[in-house]
């Protein structure tokens, strides 16, 4: 990795979302000489300033170290092997150019509905599959409601269909809580509550 950083291979960092652990969908393909469990594991991704700023999966994260993107501040025990050699896998990997996060990165999706609401359905407060969830207007879309971060939220389809065409006052049902975008402090939460198992990510998310 040293000498691919000292030939000036540097790829600007692209950071798309990882597929989140909350989400329950996996990675599509592991490398065939590593364990899946291992690479979908998250990782902590810190800015260069060492701000927490994204979770990730390791295998991601060892592209972004083998491409000279980032590189390892936390490894765990395990090590992964490829053909010509052996890596510790990342826990807190930080990228070594600063990269600017605007306030609100995160794109409206259902996806990212589900990681904000935390695959709970916001009336019943069950947590459920991602499969199980789907997503509700709490003011209809029938009566004005838009598609946003403010009205849209997780729902079971339980609740879904005895909600219908009404609003939650009129159905009966409370929201767990008002849906707001998704903020920079939200993605905080979410990195403590998936990274309180791992005593190295602490430090860098100011417990
Ligand atoms: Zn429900």
């Known amino acids: ?15 798309n979302l990882p597929p989140s652990p909350l989400d329950g969908s996996a990675p599509k393909s592991a490398s065939p000489a590593s364990r899946p469990s291992v690479m979908q594991a998250p ?20 592209v972004l170290m083998l491409k000279g993107v980032a590189q390892a ?23 070594l150019t600063y990269r600017h ?7 409206l999706s259902r996806k990212n509905i589900l990681l904000r ?14 499969s199980e969830l789907t997503l509700d207007h709490v003011m209809p879309r029938s ?17 879904n269909n005895r909600k219908g065409d009404r609003t939650p006052e009129e159905a009966g ?4 809580r008002r849906p707001r975008p998704f903020t920079l402090h939200t993605s905080r939460q979410l990195m403590r509550l998936i990274g309180h198992k791992d005593e ?4 860098y998310l100011f417990y």
Not at 1 to 15: Q, V
Not at 47 to 53: C, W
Not at 143 to 159: D, F, I
Not at 173 to 176: E, F, Q, R, T, W
């Open 43 to 62: 990782v902590l991704v810190l800015n260069a300033t060492f701000e927490p700023i994204n979770v990730t999966a390791v295998r991601r994260a060892l």
């Open 173 to 176: 049902l409370k929201l767990a």
């Open 101 to 107: 996060i605007p306030q609100q990165s995160r794109a």
């Open 200 to 203: 190295k990510w602490r430090k």
């Open 73 to 95: 501040e936390e490894s765990n025990a395990s090590v992964v092997h490829s053909s010509s050699r052996s890596v510790s896998v990342p826990s807190v990997i930080r990228l």
């Open 143 to 159: 009566r004005g409601g838009h598609s946003s971060w403010e009205n849209l939220v997780a729902c079971c389809y339980e609740c």
């Open 1 to 15: 990795m040293d000498n691919r950083l000292k030939n000036g291979l540097r790829p600007r960092p692209r950071l």
């Open 117 to 130: 609401d935390r695959n709970t359905c916001q009336f019943c407060a069950r947590a459920l599959p991602a």
